[in-house]
């Protein structure tokens, strides 16, 4: 899975992964991440998420990293902002006040570009990747994000019986990633309606990360 099969996704509307309302889990949840106003929420391959346009609305400021220009370009188009866009290295910063989006891959971005992170929002990232991918992007958010909570969703089902993306991940590949660094605790599970393709039954989780 390269950066063509997620360009490709975005030029022929194939986002069935997005989601046209604001997560449930955080709604319900995000106070549990006990962040000051004006606290930089980092939101990894963020596409058009409503979900940025809450948090923003809760007093965060956001930052999110896309791969696809045009996500990027929906995104304020349909939340009728009109962004200052500008380069900041090899990516486009499209951004209002609150909010920023770096248009370009996660895996070249560097602290010193993305700058301060005080809480990751993690809803589409982790589980849009294959495992060789997940272990490469853990190692990536963390020397980006460093020791900053986070707050995860993830999907898990009978991985043998269908494919990604969303890939299953469960709570043992989670501790496996973060468990030297965070506390990891589960906030909320629902089971999704229809289950999963031919997975069958399917869980939705949402998770903790806590700084150790």
């Not at 949840?29 to 990894?44: D, E, I, S, Y």
């Not at 991940?169 to 989670?174: H, L, M, T, Y």
Request: a neutral charge.
């Amino acid at each position: 899975m390269d950066r063509e099969f997620w360009l490709k996704k975005w030029r022929e509307n194939q986002i069935g992964f997005h989601q046209p309302d604001t997560n449930a889990f955080l709604r319900r949840h995000w106070t549990k991440m006990r962040l000051r106003p004006g606290a930089r929420v980092f939101a990894p391959l963020c596409g058009k998420s409503h979900d940025m346009l809450w948090l923003r609305a809760q007093g965060m400021s956001v930052v999110g990293v896309e791969l696809a220009r045009n996500a990027v370009e929906q995104f304020f188009e349909e939340s009728g902002l009109t962004p200052v866009v500008s380069m900041c290295g090899v990516f486009e910063r499209f951004e209002v006040e609150g909010l920023a989006l770096l248009v370009g891959d996660i895996f070249d971005l560097d602290a010193l570009t993305l700058g301060r992170v005080d809480a990751t929002y993690d809803r589409a990232a982790l589980i849009a990747l294959p495992e060789p991918m997940r272990a490469r992007y853990a190692d990536r958010l963390l020397a980006l994000a460093g020791h900053a909570p986070q707050f995860l969703v993830t999907i898990s089902y009978d991985q043998a019986m269908a494919s990604g993306p969303p890939f299953s991940v469960g709570e043992e590949e989670i501790r496996s990633r973060y468990g030297d660094r965070y506390e990891i605790k589960t906030i909320e599970w629902t089971d999704i309606p229809g289950g999963f393709r031919k997975a069958g039954p399917a869980t939705e989780t949402s998770w903790l990360l806590t700084p150790r």
